[in-house]
């Protein structure tokens, strides 16, 4: 049996999930869309083949996103993307997230400061990461380590300055 088209449209997928937890079909959708008393508050019915287009996500229009998801007694924001699909831009965020704490657990473990500056690499990961999140504790781990790059820079300085002094003497 042939696949019906699908549209674009992420609350085809939002609205076929809900549908699933509710253990409904588009019919029974269509029904409860077409009760009286919804048909007294959003005025006229509802065909089935317009259910059927905005179920396999094509074009439609809010209005009709909004009462498809009062009849289901949901938000929404619910039927405009499925729960189970994350977003990218949160993805990312979770990624970053993930990378700051590696890298607090890593400087945490080494003590007070790393035994040598960061490579240009690492400085190019956590501005990458900064950049990624708008979370504080990033913002928080890129000043420390920047503040002990620093630290570090100005005890290599020194070290190697009093090994010029020494050898001068």
Do not use: C
Not at 81 to 106: D, F, H, W, Y
């Amino acid at each position: 049996m042939p696949q019906s088209k699908k549209g674009d449209g992420p609350w085809g997928e939002a609205i076929q999930y809900w549908l699933d937890v509710n253990k409904l079909t588009q019919a029974d959708l269509l029904r409860l869309l077409n009760d009286d008393e919804f048909v007294k508050s959003y005025g006229k019915p509802m065909q089935a083949k317009t259910v059927s287009r905005i179920v396999r996500g094509f074009d439609t229009q809010t209005r009709l996103l909004r009462r498809i998801a009062a009849a289901l007694q949901q938000p929404l924001d619910a039927v405009l993307v499925a729960p189970g699909r994350m977003l990218a831009n949160e993805k990312r965020a979770q990624l970053a997230r993930q990378i700051s704490e590696e890298v607090l657990r890593t400087l945490e473990a080494r003590g007070v400061a790393p035994q040598e500056p960061l490579h240009p690499k690492r400085q190019e990961l956590l501005e990458r990461i900064h950049r990624l999140s708008s979370d504080e504790s990033i913002s928080n781990l890129v000043s420390l380590v920047t503040k002990m790059e620093e630290q570090e820079h100005v005890a290599t300085s020194t070290r190697h300055a009093s090994k010029k002094t020494s050898r001068r003497k």
